[in-house]
């Protein structure tokens, strides 16, 4: 059984350009939620999505947004990237009924030159 | 805002030794509070949660101990094995809102020495 799994890797961009990054939940799973991890800091809350639609959002910008499809995986896309967008981009997905027992995948590692 | 702050940001401990690693919350909404183990390149892992009902919880040779009062708790890893060596994530949350989002606290890199 998969878990949850992330594309890419890793990712360099420059300033200005757009990101999508992809995920799919770990089987059984319908609840995606997305957080950013700067470096030597905790994981941060971006947004959360449930049954395609965005649930709650953390303290981000409008450049951030995403979306999930009727599988239940979920894109995260960045407009004008900033040098500051560079993080360890993680997804995560829960049980239908409970999303408090996270399932992490291992993340998108993103490099704004 | 920083709304859960965790204590030591590293510590080092010998083989066989116990780490406790602390962290403190403001928001009295929260009722859901996860301990989150993470590996260099790998994302984070659930280790051992507790709810405020409950003042101690133990799993094999981790325990969070909480203090609903203090709105403190903290993680003690016993008998720490080199293996251990990992950055510790306390979190909390409002298990009944929705989105359930996970607040993390700045995490603490624990290193065990043989």
């Known amino acids: 059984d998969a878990g949850v799994t992330q594309s890419p890797t890793h990712l360099i961009k420059t300033r200005g350009q757009q990101v999508t990054l992809r995920c799919s939940p770990k089987s059984g799973h319908d609840t995606v939620s997305w957080y950013q991890q700067a470096l030597g800091q905790g994981p941060q809350f971006i947004f959360q999505?449930?049954?395609?639609?965005?649930?709650q959002r953390g303290n981000f910008p409008d450049r951030f947004s995403g979306h999930q499809f009727p599988n239940y995986s979920s894109e995260l896309n960045v407009n004008a990237l900033l040098l500051g967008d560079s993080a360890l981009y993680l997804c995560?997905?829960?049980?239908?009924?409970?999303?408090?027992?996270?399932?992490f995948g291992s993340g998108t590692q993103l490099s704004v030159l | 805002q920083q709304q859960v702050k965790q204590s030591p940001q590293s510590l080092i401990v010998q083989k066989g030794g116990i780490s406790i690693i602390n962290c403190a919350y403001e928001?009295?909404?929260?009722?859901?509070f996860p301990w989150y183990q993470q590996f260099p390149g790998k994302g984070p892992a659930l280790l051992i949660a507790?709810?405020?009902?409950?003042s101690e919880k133990k799993e094999g040779r981790f325990t969070i101990s909480f203090n609903k009062s203090a709105k403190q708790f903290s993680l003690h890893i016993m008998d720490s094995q080199p293996g251990d060596s990992a950055t510790y994530f306390c979190?909390?949350?409002?298990?009944?809102?929705?989105?359930?989002?996970?607040?993390f606290g700045g995490g603490t890199r624990v290193l065990v020495k043989p």
């Open positions: 995560a997905s829960s049980f239908p009924g409970t999303n408090e027992k996270l399932f």
């Open positions: 928001n009295t909404a929260f009722d859901y």
């Open positions: 979190a909390a949350s409002r298990s009944k809102a929705a989105g359930n989002k996970l607040t």
């Open positions: 507790i709810r405020p009902d409950v």
């Open positions: 999505y449930y049954e395609e639609e965005e649930r």
